[in-house]
């Protein structure tokens, strides 16, 4: 493996590899799971519940160290651009959506990992060593998406590796090469990021006049992602934040104040302590001691 544990925040990849990643197109999703199981076969990613939720037919509920494809069912009373519901009068729609670790530009899981377990490797992409993880669970909280999470059995991180493994050999990940209407699309990041650009014409065109990429501006607050979606809906209502934010922002700021208020910390003990020692105390019958 080529590590990479100086965190670079670089919008390539060295080593002459370009930055590669998923372009989600959720229009055309149509909810079969193929990429839950296939992830789960190859990575072999322990079985995480098959009970019903009574969240829809959903029954991952959402992503986790057992989860690394999640597809979201998401009911709406609202028409599907120009298309007939096929439910009499009634405006009906599903929105579908797999979901799946950002992959990020700016990785906070990369910044707060202790170990070198997290890194970025020559593709661009962000993945997890679980014989280094350490289990302290710095990566759980600082993710803005909720990827990451902690096995119980292991106690250790997971997420996905965009199949780091199979990479080398020229074969797409386990998902994307599964997904059976090619909702799912790997490949070259900028060229991704042009196909998009195109769908979305192609879609607002359609009558779906809210749809919208997201994770696609290399200018947000981590940097743009590696793993991006067309959305039909408000990144909310697929349980996306509207704005993310790279939760270590602030760490550099965070640590110069920390700095600061230690050195003045320092010199008023010291000037105490030289105060103490200049004038000197006297005792009961006022000998100097």
């Not at 196909?195 to 009558?207: C, I, K, S, Y």
Request: glycine share 12%.
């Amino acid at each position: 493996m080529a590590f990479d544990l100086d965190h670079s925040l670089a919008e390539q990849p060295t080593d002459g590899h370009r930055r590669v990643g998923f372009f989600t197109d959720t229009s055309i999703c149509i909810g079969c799971k193929a990429c839950e199981v296939a992830c789960k076969e190859w990575n072999d990613v322990p079985e995480d519940g098959l009970d019903f939720t009574g969240m829809s037919y959903d029954n991952t509920v959402g992503l986790s160290a057992d989860t690394w494809r999640h597809v979201a069912f998401i009911e709406q009373r609202r028409p599907l651009g120009h298309q007939e519901p096929g439910v009499g009068e009634m405006d009906f729609r599903w929105l579908m959506a797999s979901d799946v670790c950002k992959h990020c530009t700016h990785a906070a899981c990369l910044d707060v990992c202790p170990t070198g377990s997290l890194f970025r490797t020559e593709y661009g992409t962000v993945v997890v060593q679980e014989d280094v993880c350490n289990g302290c669970g710095y990566c759980v909280p600082a993710c803005p998406f909720g990827v990451i999470g902690k096995r119980e059995t292991t106690g250790v991180a997971a997420k996905c590796t965009m199949c780091y493994d199979r990479l080398p050999a020229g074969e797409q990940p386990a998902c994307a090469k599964t997904c059976p209407t090619d909702s799912i699309q790997f490949g070259d990041l900028d060229e991704l990021r042009e196909r998009a650009d195109r769908r979305l014409a192609q879609v607002r065109e359609a009558g779906m006049t809210s749809a919208r990429l997201y994770g696609h501006d290399p200018d947000d607050g981590v940097g743009g992602t590696g793993a991006f979606f067309l959305l039909l809906d408000e990144p909310e209502v697929y349980g996306l934040p509207p704005d993310p934010v790279v939760t270590t922002k602030d760490l550099p700021s965070m640590w110069r104040h920390v700095g600061v208020a230690a050195v003045a910390l320092l010199a008023g003990v010291a000037a105490a302590a030289w105060g103490r020692t200049g004038s000197g105390t006297t005792g009961p019958r006022g000998r100097i001691r």
